[in-house]
């Protein structure tokens, strides 16, 4: 499910204006997408998704021409922060983050956006 979940919602969403799917696995156990999408202001959203039956890895890394604008995952690293393994860069910080997902993002960047205009 997440591969047609997450192409569905890209393909569906105002800010995204182009659609690249880098990489797919749907197996039995698990599913896997990479992909990027290129939004209305130029920036890109770097998407990662894999998930098991009980388990989801996630990396949504926004940038503008190479630089990160802001990342949202869930890598097991910053064990120090409020809802481990939960976290965002923002920039040079690395701060507390949610179980966040595609939608949360990019509801997260239109906002932004809308912001910037």
Not at 2 to 8: A, C, H, M, S
Not at 24 to 49: F, Q, R
């Amino acid at each position: 499910m997440v591969v047609v979940r997450t192409i569905t919602i890209l393909r569906n969403h105002s800010v995204v204006v182009e659609l690249r799917i880098t990489k797919t696995l749907v197996e039995p156990e698990i599913e896997m997408i990479k992909a990027n999408a290129t939004l209305t202001d130029g920036s890109i959203l770097y998407v990662s998704e894999i998930m098991g039956e009980d388990w989801r890895d996630y990396s949504y890394h926004w940038q503008r021409n190479g630089t990160l604008i802001r990342r949202w995952d869930n890598a097991p690293h910053h064990k120090e922060l409020p809802n481990f393994p939960h976290h965002v860069h923002d920039e040079d910080d690395v701060l507390p983050g949610d179980d966040v997902s595609l939608t949360d993002v990019l509801s997260f960047i239109e906002t932004q956006l809308k912001r910037q205009n």
